[in-house]
């Protein structure tokens, strides 16, 4: 099965600008989850998307969106960015492991996005 | 609120030595422990994963020891190799409360020859 794939790989965008990153989870997953990676925060989590509805919501502020499509794509959208919203982020799928459990998240190379 | 701490922050061992990395957690409610590995330009990937009711699991050379009591586990890698050269992060989550991963700040290994 191909990977969990994130596109653009590399973004470079200005301060006041808008971007939107895309997500294609491995084949059959449903659940999508985003996360910013920086030197200084660490991994921290976004959000999680699970059949077109968002399931779980990190602490970070409103300009930070995304939603997910029928066929478990997704994408994340940063509004009116700032120089400390320059990251790698990363998505990464699940397929539900039942019982309640957490299920195993692979994934993706990740976005670096620097923002000028 | 750092909820799950790691350390130490970097390591360098020797090939062939013991690399143990340690994190302790503040959410009860926390009862997946997983740990990823990063090398630079990738995401990270799953290598091993506990739930508190066992308190040790092993996968090859790599071994999470678990103290529900203490709300501390730690990563053990074997026999550490240069290959092993990487970033790991443990993390936490809570079962029923979906995919959300709480990760501790990382801790950069490096395995000398």
């Known amino acids: 099965k191909a990977g969990v794939t994130q596109t653009p790989r590399y973004l470079i965008k200005t301060r006041g600008q808008q971007v939107t990153l895309s997500c294609s989870p491995i084949s059959g997953h449903r659940s999508v989850s985003w996360y910013q990676q920086t030197p200084g925060q660490g991994l921290q989590f976004l959000f999680e998307y699970f059949s077109e509805t968002q399931r779980n919501k990190g602490n970070f502020p409103g300009r930070f969106s995304g939603r997910q499509f029928s066929n478990s794509r997704s994408e994340m959208n940063v509004s009116t960015l700032e120089l400390g919203d320059s990251a790698l982020y990363l998505c990464a799928s699940s397929s539900p492991a039942g019982g309640g459990h957490t299920d195993t998240q692979y994934f993706g190379p990740g976005t670096r996005l620097t923002v000028l | 609120q750092q909820q799950v701490k790691q350390s130490p922050q970097s390591l360098i061992v020797q090939k062939g030595g013991i690399s143990i990395i340690n994190c302790a957690y503040e959410n009860t409610a926390f009862d997946y422990f997983p740990w990823y590995q990063q090398f630079p330009g990738k995401g990270p990937a799953l290598l091993i994963a506990i739930r508190p009711d066992v308190s040790e699991k092993k996968e090859g050379r790599f071994t999470i020891s678990f103290n529900k009591s203490a709300k501390q586990f730690s990563l053990h890698i074997m026999d550490s190799q240069p290959g092993d050269s990487a970033t790991y992060f443990c993390?936490?989550?809570?079962?029923?409360?979906?995919?959300?991963?709480?990760f501790g700040t990382g801790t950069q290994l490096k395995v000398e020859l």
């Open positions: 993390a936490a989550s809570k079962e029923g409360g979906g995919n959300k991963l709480t």
